[in-house]
């Protein structure tokens, strides 16, 4: 089968082994691939959690078609439309879990299909699980122009969310934020930045802030959060490390919380997805939950599609197709 691989000269075109699955795994025929950030650090070999290695297919969410299933799966049948979470996504064929399976709904394509499951995923976790979010609270998502960061804040209005703030440094996907749930959008930029939230929250706070930036951004977001409240800490677009006021944590007495889904075991990430089929499968098939795909690109030009991501030209998700499949 063709494949994306990771090498020295980063991602290339090749000629890779078809997998077969195992007993309890199910072999996909991938119809579309969503990009994520966490492949630009697989490019040269690295590893995301326990997926990556040189030579191995990239990504991390697939799209696709049951071709496949081992002896001891049961629910699914060949032909189902799938999509899911799992490693070598950047090929005609793909072995996953059934555990971490969703239906695709009726009607919804493969492209859009294949944009939706870490979204889904780690922002259940983030804002229902981790984040204890509640209806009538307020949240702000830091880094709300990504694609993790809009269907988040679609997360946060099917749950009742009061208030709902985004924040994005670049003006054109600022202003459409409020497309997507935002009541407010902010500009990180702006060093008042802080004091925008807490006039928009009566001087409190939010209740919950979903941070992908971290960084520098660390004290104003203990600034940023009511007496109480939480912090959960999902990414580091701005930086792994930075100053952090602990006298401030400690009087504000937030409840600071750090998620991957890299150290997850199997049945952890089983659990998530099973979550997510109770909270958010009913929404989404119904469009209430959805992604903008930026652009669209074929298998053989996916390294173009990461370069546009790695130089941040996107709104909303990448997508590859696979064309000769």
Do not use: C
Not at 74 to 85: E, L, N, P, S
Not at 125 to 154: H, P, R, W
Request: charged share 20%.
């Amino acid at each position: 089968m063709r494949a994306v691989v990771s090498s020295a000269d980063g991602a290339v075109l090749a000629d890779h082994l078809q997998p077969t699955p195992g007993p309890d795994e199910i072999l996909v025929r991938v119809h579309a691939a969503a990009l994520n950030r966490a492949d630009l650090a697989m490019l040269r070999g690295g590893s995301h959690g326990r997926t990556g290695g040189m030579g191995l297919p990239l990504g991390l969410e697939w799209a696709g078609e049951i071709v496949s299933i081992g002896a001891k799966v049961a629910g699914w049948k060949t032909g189902d439309r799938v999509m899911a979470t799992g490693g070598g996504a950047y090929a005609e064929y793909a072995l996953g879990s059934p555990q971490r399976m969703l239906t695709i709904p009726s009607g919804m394509s493969f492209e859009t299909a294949a944009t939706l499951p870490v979204a889904l995923n780690t922002m259940h976790d983030a804002i229902i699980t981790n984040g204890e979010f509640k209806a009538g609270q307020s949240i702000l998502i830091q880094g709300a122009s990504s694609g993790v960061g809009l269907l988040a804040q679609q997360i946060a209005k099917h749950a009742g969310a009061g208030l709902v703030l985004g924040s994005s440094t670049n003006p054109e996907r600022r202003t459409r934020l409020t497309e997507f749930g935002a009541d407010l959008a902010i500009d990180t930029s702006d060093p008042d930045w802080v004091k925008q939230v807490l006039a928009a929250t009566d001087g409190k706070g939010v209740d919950l802030i979903i941070d992908q930036l971290s960084g520098t951004f660390a004290n104003g977001n203990l600034q940023a959060t009511r007496i109480g409240g939480r912090i959960v800490n999902v990414g580091r677009l701005a930086g792994d490390n930075a100053p952090f006021n602990f006298d401030l944590h400690a009087l504000r007495r937030i409840n600071y919380v750090g998620v991957t889904f890299r150290t997850r075991s199997a049945e952890e990430v089983a659990r998530i997805v099973s979550l997510v089929k109770r909270d958010l499968y009913a929404a989404m098939a119904e469009g209430k939950l959805s992604l903008p795909v930026d652009r669209v690109f074929p298998l053989e030009e996916t390294a173009e599609a990461l370069k546009r991501m790695r130089r941040n030209e996107h709104f909303g998700k990448i997508v590859i197709t696979m064309t000769g499949a």
